[in-house]
């Protein structure tokens, strides 16, 4: 079966989905979550070792003693300089391990200004993530 990955129903007027959709298993899956879903989104995503994951505003906070030590899956993580619910140098220290597949799109992206919510700034950065991994 298929799955639309999260990010792609919000933009779905960016996206075109016959590319987010994801038929060959866990290495074609990119998890996406916002706060606690960020938080099943990595666990999840980079214990199956999916393609990527998106992780915005979240997870709050990262438990290090769950990410697993692999570089297969590319992280793309989203928050707000003044989020309450995370620390943006937390999820830094957290996914540093991870190496950048793609330096303009993976890794650890603080929005200026911005607290515990989605805005336009986190989604043009989600786009570009999920562009960089192959949806168009």
């Known amino acids: 079966s298929s799955a639309v990955c999260a990010p792609c129903v919000s933009w779905s007027q960016q996206v075109t ?3 987010c959709l994801h038929h060959s298993g866990d290495g074609q899956l990119i998890c996406a979550g916002f706060s606690q879903g960020a938080a099943v989104s990595a666990y999840t995503g980079l ?32 928050v707000g300089s003044t989020d309450h619910c995370v620390a943006h140098q937390e999820l830094t220290a957290a996914f540093e391990k991870y190496p950048s597949h793609d330096a303009a799109v993976d890794g650890v992206h603080v929005i200026p200004g911005q607290g ?14 999920l562009r ?3 949806c168009t």
């Not at 438990?63 to 993580?77: I, K, M, Q």
């Not at 515990?116 to 993530?129: I, K, M, Y």
């Open 17 to 19: 989905f016959p590319s």
């Open 116 to 129: 515990h919510v989605v805005s336009s700034a986190t989604e043009d950065t989600g786009l570009r993530f």
């Open 47 to 78: 214990r199956r070792q999916c393609l990527g994951v998106l992780l915005l505003g979240g997870p709050c906070p990262p438990r290090d003693s769950l990410l697993p030590a692999h570089n297969r899956t590319r992280v793309c993580a989203i």
């Open 132 to 134: 960089s991994c192959g």
